[in-house]
T-cell receptor, first 117, second 110 residues
Framework: GAGVSQSPRYKVAKRGQDVALRCDPI?????LFWYQQALGQGPEFLTY????????KSGLPSDRFFAERPEGSVSTLKIQRTQQEDSAVYLC???????????????FGPGTRLTVL | KNEVEQSPQNLTAQEGEFITINCSYS?????LHWLQQHPGGGIVSLFM???GKKKHGRLIATINIQEKHSSLHITASHPRDSAVYIC????????????FGKGTKLSVKP
């Protein structure tokens, strides 16, 4: 079936606005990851879900960042009161992890490019 | 801090050349990924390896666990290989989140 999809692909926000970024993982994939990629840098980990449980949110840069995956499939990354430093590509990845530590291949979405003016 | 270092940062090659991209990491890992990212495009997983060597077409990935080092080789390079190549590792004990290098930007000229 289809790969990981993300929407919107591009988002321009004024500083202070709230934004919501959506990720549709591959059907049946248990694990879902969010990464932030600044221009010219490698991606950096934000948060990780196993089904609906958020097991690690240590990479979220501030309490303005919030992620959820209420039914264990689609996930939303929300950024409140956006700042210019939030401008980046936000990548979502999923993998078919069943339990424990995964060494499974992660499949990446195309990313959402967020620009905060 | 767990770190992943890649070299070179930028690489320009002529079509047909043999290319090597290097990745070093600081502590023990469970697995290492080589990923490819085209401009404006998503990330594609090329290899995942925890020991030895893997080959797919013109791409070869090797890892030396003792030396904490991996290499990605491209034989008979082609302009369509132009992309950013990223090394990412899964450190032992982590939940599955990858730690990424900054990437190597490869440009292959015809």
């Amino acid at each position: 079936g289809a790969g990981v999809s993300q929407s919107p692909r591009y988002k321009v926000a004024k500083r202070g606005q709230d934004v919501a970024l959506r990720c549709d993982p591959i059907s049946g994939h248990v694990s879902l990851f969010w990464y932030q990629q600044a221009l010219g840098q490698g991606p950096e980990f934000l948060t990780y879900f196993q089904n609906e449980a958020q097991l690690d949110k240590s990479g979220l840069p501030s309490d303005r960042f919030f992620a959820e995956r209420p039914e264990g499939s689609v996930s939303t990354l929300k950024i409140q009161r956006t700042q210019q430093e939030d401008s980046a590509v936000y990548l979502c990845a999923s993998s078919f992890l069943t339990s424990g530590i995964s060494t499974d291949t992660q499949y990446f979405g195309p990313g959402t490019r967020l620009t905060v003016l | 801090k767990n770190e992943v270092e890649q070299s070179p940062q930028n690489l320009t090659a002529q079509e047909g050349e043999f290319i090597t991209i290097n990745c070093s990491y600081s502590v023990g890992i469970s697995a290492l990924h080589w990923l490819q990212q085209h401009p404006g495009g998503g990330i594609v997983s090329l290899f995942m390896l925890s020991s030895g060597k893997k080959k797919h077409g013109r791409l070869i990935a090797t890892i030396n666990i003792q030396e904490k080092h991996s290499s990605l080789h491209i034989t008979a390079s082609h302009p369509r290989d132009s992309a950013v190549y990223i090394c990412a590792v899964l450190f032992g004990g982590s939940q599955g989140n990858l730690i990424f290098g900054k990437g190597t930007k490869l440009s292959v000229k015809p």
